[in-house]
């Protein structure tokens, strides 16, 4: 396994919806100790690592990647012992029948059933039941039990382990842990001509919340976020006129999402550096999902911000697929864009 | 024998009906010690004897519990995709995000693939998809999945066997490995235990695809009576109190036309006698189980069933107490531990 597939491992079997992000922040830690000069933790739990430049470019940067993943909290207790919950993030509900989880900090394990198909009414075998009609079943015998094991508010997270399948590796929340590897990466290699703040951003799922803040923090001259994004390339019955991302075909810059335009300038730089160096790339398909991008550019007076990441299939449910290529590929092309920014790519006055 | 870990053997072994090779692999050599006399017969049921101590020619008791679990089957490649089908009564509402295991020319895991919400207009979010829009996916190119993958091959849920609170266990294939377990703790028990009949453990194949190998073992084995073992629905969050039963009050006693009275009587006085919690069922038509095809089989077999309750049916968390598990071997054990030479000749004289 390579160093990259290997952190993606251990952030991916790390436990942290938004809010809850402690256990991401403390699989990120051993990562970059020793490799960064400085490492903190902000008023929402951003984890920032600065990495001090070469003094080469007067360019303070900012690169984040979100440490939260979808999931659900317990938001209630039933007679039977069972939690009732609901989600954190987006999910479609008609993922969740038939999951087991992991709950709370000790990581107990639970499952989420459904009637038996074989006392289903017909018309309910077709519309998969809302999540205020679910609950996640520990084994508690009463109220009193489920309450004292898993106390509302507690985080529910998928019990999916990762796995490698050839070039391709499966797991839980490569949106954003994909990201994660990739900032881990970068700032573990050499020096930047610039001032380097990587952050773990935090409740990115719930509005790119963490993002905003730290980049009020940071006050950089541009901001750069690392993602797993959506590839939707099942085949379907309609011809695809917008597969979104393929997996394969290379990191996908960002246009626009729903969150933010890239600046063209900054889309051109990366772009003209991976034709320039040879490195595989695609453009997302614009306008679906929101990044921290969207939280960084409208921090303080306006920070240009653009948004690369890594192909993956079935974001936002149990089991994310991505290919080991596009996420070296991330780590390349970002690390290359980055090192030659300079001022007059983001000064939008010349 | 710990009973997690037995179920957690036999559980975790892979066998779509049809394709038993995995558990059957797995179970035999649990039955090998336990036995006289261990076989597998051209439908592939698995047969342990465990001779009587009675004088020849002696009586024989079948004790039924199906191998196979549902699961998924190949019907096209597409690409690097699969398309599947179902195989035996799978969900469809849990398949969306399903880790699973392809047993190709070698075993690939794999996960059905699920559009990300992003992508998908607010009304679509709660529906069910149908199979021509649910694909395999292995995380391989398209050529290897072509050299690796044919139409035909099985697909089964991938869930580990988790250990959840207060004695339960929850994964795949508890329908009916639950109930294999438990034929397996039987077999345990008579072999320390006296019985003038002969014992005839049976693991049969293709029961969710119509109680096949049970109808064909019930007449190789050609039994004086018979006890099938399976499971029935627990009491859940999302289900009504009719027709469940508790989790962890003991197995049912089926009590219909499927089952012969002495035998119903005989069940439950062994559970009474041992001071075992029990239920009983009554099943007016069909009990869908091994039983309603052994019942047929040659001149007719007088028949019984203890079921073991399970939550979440043919879903990939099927949730049951261990202790169930271990009640349904025991009242099996005591069962035919206590058939007397002339049981049935007894019985049937009174008639």
Not at chain 1, 197 to 213: C, I, K, P, S, W
Request: glycine letters at 10%.
């Amino acid at each position: 396994m390579s160093t990259l597939t290997d952190h993606l491992e251990t952030l991916s079997n790390a436990r942290g919806i938004s809010g809850a992000e402690t256990g991401v922040r403390r699989a990120l830690r051993p990562l970059l100790e020793g490799h960064v000069d400085k490492l903190w933790v902000d008023g929402v739990g951003n984890l920032f690592a600065h990495k001090a430049g070469t003094g080469a470019s007067p360019l303070r940067v900012l690169i984040t990647a979100h440490m939260d993943e979808v999931g659900l909290m317990v938001v209630g207790h039933t007679g039977e012992g069972a939690l009732r919950v609901d989600t954190v993030g987006s999910i479609a509900a008609r993922v969740l029948p038939g999951l087991s989880v992991l709950v709370g900090e000790d990581a107990l394990p639970g499952v989420i059933g459904v009637q038996a198909i074989h006392r289903a009414n017909r018309g309910d075998l077709d519309k998969a039941p809302g999540t205020d009609k679910l609950a996640v079943d520990i084994g508690a015998t009463g109220k009193d039990e489920a309450e004292r094991l898993a106390p509302l508010g507690t985080p529910v997270v998928f019990a999916t382990r990762f796995r490698q399948l050839g070039a391709s590796c499966m797991g839980k929340a490569f949106d954003d842990r994909a990201g994660c590897t990739a900032l881990v990466a970068l700032l573990r290699g050499e020096r930047f001509p610039f001032d380097l703040f990587g952050v773990f951003t935090v409740q990115e799922e719930v509005g790119l919340r963490g993002a905003q803040v730290a980049a009020y923090t940071v006050a950089p001259d541009v901001g750069i976020a690392l993602e797993g994004t959506l590839a939707d390339d099942l085949p379907k019955e309609e011809p695809d006129v917008s597969p979104t991302t393929e997996l394969g075909k290379g990191p996908a810059i960002t246009v626009m999402d729903r969150s933010y335009i890239t600046p063209p300038r900054l889309l051109s730089h990366f772009v003209q550096v991976a034709e320039a160096e040879g490195l595989a790339y695609q453009f997302k398909q614009p306008g679906i999902g929101g990044t921290d991008s969207g939280g960084i550019h409208r921090a303080r007076a306006g920070v240009p911000a653009i948004t690369v990441a890594v192909p993956c299939r079935y974001i936002h449910s149990p089991v994310s697929m991505l290919r080991e290529s596009d996420l070296a590929g991330l780590v390349s092309l970002v690390d290359v864009a980055a090192r030659r920014l300079a001022p007059s790519i983001l000064d939008r006055s010349a | 024998m710990d009973t997690f870990k037995l179920l957690q053997d036999l559980a975790d072994a892979p066998g779509a009906a049809g394709r038993e090779e995995g558990i059957r692999e797995t179970l035999e050599p649990l039955w090998r010690p336990l036995a006289d006399e261990v076989r597998v017969d051209s439908m592939g049921n698995l047969i342990a004897l465990q001779r009587g101590s009675g004088p020849e020619p002696r009586p024989a008791i079948m004790g039924a519990a199906h191998m196979d679990e549902i699961g998924l089957l190949v019907t096209g490649l597409e690409g690097a995709f699969l398309r599947v089908g179902d195989l035996g009564g799978i969900d469809r509402r849990v398949l969306l995000g399903l880790q699973v295991r392809v047993h190709g020319r070698r075993d690939l895991p794999g996960v059905i693939g699920s559009r990300p919400p992003h992508v998908l207009p607010a009304a679509e979010r709660q529906n069910v998809l149908p199979w021509h829009e649910l694909f395999v996916d292995v995380g391989l190119p398209a050529d290897e999945v072509a050299a690796l993958m044919r139409v035909g091959d099985t697909v089964t849920i991938e869930q580990p066997l988790i250990a959840l609170k207060s004695n339960r266990a929850a994964g795949k294939a508890l329908d009916n490995r639950a109930s294999v377990a438990a034929l397996t703790l039987a077999l345990e028990a008579l072999r320390r235990r006296h019985h003038a009949w002969d014992f005839c453990a049976v693991a049969t194949v293709q029961e969710e695809v119509g109680i096949k190998g049970a109808i064909t073992s019930a007449y190789g084995v050609a039994p004086d009576l018979a006890v099938a073992l399976d499971v029935t629905f627990a009491k859940q969050y999302n289900d009504s109190d009719s027709g469940t039963f508790e989790l962890d009050k003991g197995p049912t006693i089926g009590i219909g036309p499927n089952f012969h009275p002495q035998i119903v009587k005989r069940l439950i006085e062994a559970a009474e006698g041992e001071e075992i919690p029990m239920a009983q069922e009554p099943l007016p038509g069909s009990s869908g189980t091994d039983a309603w095809g052994i019942q047929l089989a040659r001149e007719g077999i007088p028949t019984g069933l203890i079921s073991i309750p399970v939550r979440y049916m043919h879903q990939p968390v099927e949730t049951v107490a261990l202790r169930d598990i271990e009640r349904a071997g025991r009242i099996l054990a005591g069962f035919v531990s206590g058939l007397e030479e002339d049981f049935r000749a007894r019985w049937e004289d009174e008639v």
